[in-house]
């Protein structure tokens, strides 16, 4: 048995708090894969920390122990992305060369590859998993052909390059969601979103096997096709849409409609779903009555996960605050 995790915490998230050193390998264990652990100073004043959360098919986690501690693992069945949030640790995915992961520099383990971790004292890191057929299934929706060879990542993720920093941002709003009671990212359609986000980002961010291929010019979807998604985000925007799936209704490839949106539209099919959105709340807010009912219950019907990053987006939009279009200012 591990640390018995922490009491008031919902059925998909694990808080394990231990100071016993087999207690917080077997806690390890439970939530990442089997790994050899041992002390690399001595243990007194171990202070182990895991919080862990299921978000659809990923999990995020956040790690730290608090002494300096050395881990080796069997080889990976998930895409393992560790991002320390406080100190360093030094790390090697397979045969590869050791590389330094900062608040700069991420790691990433790929599908088959075994790691080994040198985790310093003032490390606290967070990490997230995905499964190897989520981030294949998604690489095969944006080439639009079956993928052969397994997806295999660089090791070093820059997070200092626009990209980079724009998917780092993403993966703390999904690690701070996720351990908010009754969030957003309880449910499952904005679960799905912010987990297709993570992919898309990662695979556009981080070089990989298939970069060239996934990043070469497409062609445009018919302007039928782009007529159709339209269709599909005007009369159903509070669906979990993503590209791929908004792709896979219409027939074409994700590429190709993102494109077609370009040409025909000047937006992204993000883009439009977002200002869909931000009409039918307006519209919402305007015929709801303040007593009955709140901003926060009327974005969450639509499905809106950052409720800050909406704010600033209806007041730009209609330059006047949600609350007060609520009450009729």
């Known amino acids: 048995m591990t640390a018995p995790p922490v009491k008031g915490v919902p059925p998909r998230r694990v808080v394990v708090r231990t100071t016993d050193f087999d207690d917080a390998r077997r806690a390890m264990e439970h939530t990442f894969l089997p790994m050899a652990m041992w002390p690399m100073e001595p ?8 919080d862990s959360a299921r978000v659809d098919e990923m999990t995020t986690s956040t790690v730290t122990f608090g002494r300096c501690i050395g881990l080796r693992s069997v080889e990976s069945r ?4 560790a991002v320390p ?15 330094v992961t900062t608040q700069e520099q991420a790691a990433i383990f790929s599908v088959d590859e075994s790691f080994a971790i040198h985790w310093r004292g003032d490390c606290t890191q967070m990490c997230l998993d995905f499964p190897g057929a989520v981030l294949n299934s998604r690489l095969e929706q944006h080439l639009d052909v079956p993928v052969g060879k397994p997806l295999a990542f660089e090791a070093a993720m820059d997070l200092t390059t626009p990209k980079g920093r724009g998917w780092l941002r993403m993966l703390r709003l999904a690690n701070r969601e996720a351990r908010r009671p009754h969030g957003l990212l309880e449910n499952p359609l904005t679960a799905k979103s912010i987990e297709a986000a993570l992919v898309d980002g990662l695979l556009l961010a981080q070089r990989h096997n298939y970069s060239d291929a996934l990043l070469r010019d497409a062609s445009a979807a018919p302007p039928r096709a782009v007529r159709e998604a339209v269709e599909l985000l005007e009369t159903s925007p509070e669906r979990a849409w993503s590209v791929p799936l908004l792709a896979k209704e219409v027939h074409v490839s ?9 040409r025909s539209l000047d937006t992204t099919p993000t883009r439009y779903l977002r200002a869909v ?6 519209e919402d807010l305007l015929s709801a009555a303040a007593d009955d009912t709140t ?7 639509w499905g809106i996960v950052n409720q800050g990053r909406f704010a600033n987006s209806y007041q730009r939009k209609f330059s006047e605050a ?7 200012r």
């Not at 243990?43 to 895991?50: D, F, K, S, W, Y």
């Not at 998930?78 to 992305?81: A, E, G, I, K, P």
């Not at 959105?277 to 307006?282: T, V």
């Not at 949600?322 to 009729?328: A, E, I, K, Q, Y």
């Open 78 to 81: 998930t895409y393992h992305v």
């Open 85 to 99: 949030v406080t100190g360093v640790t030094e790390s090697q995915a397979g045969l590869r060369e050791p590389i």
């Open 254 to 262: 994700v590429r190709s409609l993102q494109e077609g949106f370009r």
């Open 43 to 50: 243990l007194a004043g171990l202070n182990m920390r895991l």
């Open 277 to 282: 959105r931000l009409r039918k709340i307006r």
């Open 295 to 301: 901003v926060g219950a009327i974005v969450y019907r």
């Open 322 to 328: 949600p609350s007060d279009t609520l009450r009729g």
